[in-house]
C-alpha cells in the first residue's frame, strides 16, 4: 500500500475557492489511478474526480466544471483546485490511489468547509 497526505483545507466563503494537495510515497505513482472522495456528515462517502494514468479525468456531475484534477508524476503530487465553492461542498475530503492487485490506499482526510 501507499502512504497519502493531504493538505490544503479549510474554512473559505461561499464562490470562493481552495486547492488540495496530495503526495504519495509510491515509486511508481505514475500507473496508479488517483481520485478525491469526500464524505459530509451523515451522508456515505462520494466519489469527486479521478485521474488515471493516461491522464483521464473524470468528475461528479454537481463538480463539473468548477472542480479540476491534475496530477504531477515526477513529484508524485495529486491536487484538486476548486473554485465557485458552495456551502454543500463542505466535507472531509480523501485522496485515494488504486492499481490492480492491490488495496485502495487512502489519506487520513482534509476538512473543507464552506460557509459565510
Known amino acids: 500500500q501507499v502512504q497519502l497526505l493531504e493538505s490544503g483545507g479549510g474554512l473559505v466563503q461561499p464562490g470562493g475557492s481552495l486547492r488540495l494537495s496530495c503526495w504519495a510515497s509510491?515509486?511508481?505513482?505514475?500507473?496508479?489511478?488517483m481520485a478525491w472522495y469526500r464524505q459530509a456528515p451523515d451522508r456515505q462517502r462520494e466519489l469527486v474526480a479521478t485521474?488515471?494514468?493516461?491522464?483521464?479525468?473524470t468528475y461528479r456531475d454537481s463538480v463539473r466544471g468548477r472542480f479540476t484534477i491534475s496530477r504531477d508524476n515526477p513529484r508524485s503530487m495529486m491536487y484538486l483546485q476548486m473554485n465557485e465553492l458552495k456551502p454543500e461542498d463542505t466535507a472531509v475530503y480523501y485522496c485515494?490511489?488504486?492499481?490492480?492487485?492491490?488495496?485502495?490506499?487512502w489519506g487520513e482526510g482534509t476538512q473543507v468547509t464552506v460557509s459565510s
Open positions: 485515494n490511489a488504486r492499481k490492480p492487485l492491490e488495496t485502495d490506499s
Open positions: 509510491a515509486r511508481d505513482f505514475s500507473i496508479y489511478t
Open positions: 485521474i488515471n494514468k493516461r491522464g483521464d479525468k
